[in-house]
């Protein structure tokens, strides 16, 4: 049975300390098996009592690994069960009570009695993310990011806000800064990614123009598996020039 221990970035100790992880991070190490998890449903788990991770002194979250294995069990337990917030920290709370309860299916309900949750935690406004979050996340100032803005690695939307994507590339940035890579290096990455859209576009822009409805929302489909075929190919590419494999 999974353990989902609570609070557990808190012990400080310098080990665990070393080990916690900004929102940012989290966000990016959930999204290969949650695409669609975003800050925003972050904070909702956190503001409905589901997570509790550790505030720094100016108030930035840090989770620890037990936060994020816990994070993720409760996001399959949406996912695979379908079941509201409600039933999930009954279940967690038997857990932390030494208890081995078996895990209930609802099956999906939007009838007003059971995915309250899932409603509120899945608002299409929890996609984008303001500047002064951007800023939060990613833990860097407003020179930084106006820099990233001009090398285009972030790009604010007409609202003036940024998309889910966005906070994904500022974690990453923020990661290869810490090597020495500074946003300037990147350019070359940005213009090759621009490079592999632009070959993706040429692919589905026949379905985008297709008097068929089906066809143009299949071309969406066709787009993220594009999209995800590129950037693996992206990736084994880059390991075989560096003569390096990456488990």
């Not at 012990?11 to 080990?19: E, I, P, V, W």
């Not at 935690?121 to 020179?143: H, K």
């Amino acid at each position: 049975m999974l353990q989902t221990p609570r609070g557990g970035a808190g012990n400080g100790t310098a080990s665990a300390d070393h080990r916690l992880m900004s929102i940012g991070a989290v966000l990016n190490a959930l999204r290969d098996e949650f695409p669609e998890v975003t800050i925003s449903k972050i904070r909702f788990l956190e503001a409905e009592g589901l997570i509790e991770p550790q505030r720094t002194p100016s108030g930035y979250r840090k989770f620890s690994p037990e936060d994020v294995e816990r994070l993720a069990h409760v996001l399959r337990m949406q996912r695979d069960h379908y079941l509201p917030l409600k039933v999930i920290r009954e279940h967690l709370e038997a857990l932390e009570r030494g208890e081995r309860p078996s895990l209930p299916t609802l099956g999906r309900q939007r009838d007003g009695g059971g995915a309250e949750g899932l409603d509120e935690a899945e608002e299409p406004t929890a996609a984008r993310v303001g500047r002064e979050e951007l800023l939060a996340v990613a833990e860097i100032d407003e020179r930084q990011l106006d820099e990233w803005e001009t090398y285009g690695l972030v790009a604010r939307l007409p609202d003036g806000g940024y998309d889910a994507e966005a906070v994904t590339v500022a974690s990453l940035v923020v990661e290869l800064g810490r090597f020495g890579i500074e946003p300037r290096h990147l350019r070359a990455m940005k213009a090759a990614a621009d490079r592999e859209a632009g070959l993706v576009d040429q692919v589905v822009a026949p379905l985008r123009r297709h008097r068929n409805p089906q066809t143009r929302a299949h071309a969406e489909a066709r787009t993220k598996e594009l999209a995800g075929l590129t950037g693996k190919l992206h990736s084994a590419l880059v390991q075989t020039a560096l003569g390096v494999r990456v488990p």
